[in-house]
């Protein structure tokens, strides 16, 4: 229970920061990507200052060797742009743009009960367990078609 405790905080740091900066509100974030338009550069200045945290306190971080709550820290080791990669983050924008929220800002707005907000967590849940239930079922596939193959290589011996 103990070990929950340090990313706990850290989630309701970030919600505290997400709602001060007004990023729970899906208009600032529509006005920051409406660059023709009535443009709000308010989301750029919370990414700005995110990023910045960011880098300075990462060096420090990682001179402690290990994590408070693990063996090693998870640092992604592949720099190659898969069509996975392009096509996450295709819905991610194209779902942040239209809706005005992303999974962190819409979790931490879910507080105020917005019908608009509960809809999208909902469907933000049901996209996650539909990739996951896709991603098992690849998995299995390409493990039967593998077993098929190594069957045939057997008979044919």
């Not at 997400?18 to 600032?28: E, H, N």
């Not at 300075?56 to 190659?80: M, N, V, Y």
């Not at 979790?107 to 469907?123: E, H, I």
């Not at 933000?124 to 193959?149: C, F, I, Y």
Request: net charge positive.
């Amino acid at each position: 229970m103990l070990r929950l405790l340090g990313p706990f905080l850290a989630g309701l740091v970030f919600a505290i920061g997400l709602g001060a900066a007004g990023m729970t509100d899906p208009s600032k974030v529509i006005g920051f990507l409406n660059i023709a338009g009535d443009w709000n550069p308010a989301l750029g200045f919370v990414m700005v200052g995110a990023i910045g945290v960011h880098a300075l306190a990462l060096p420090f971080i990682l001179k402690k060797g290990s994590p408070l709550h693990g063996t090693d820290f998870l640092i992604p080791q592949r720099r190659d742009i898969t069509p996975q990669l392009i096509t996450g983050a295709a819905l991610f924008g194209a779902g942040w743009g239209l809706a005005g929220y992303c999974p962190g800002p819409a979790l931490v707005s879910t507080a105020g009960g917005s019908s608009t907000v509960l809809w999208f967590v909902a469907s933000m849940a049901a996209g996650m367990l539909l990739h996951q239930v896709g991603q098992t079922v690849l998995a299995d596939s390409k493990a039967h078609v593998a077993e098929r193959k190594a069957e045939r290589a057997t008979a044919g011996k």
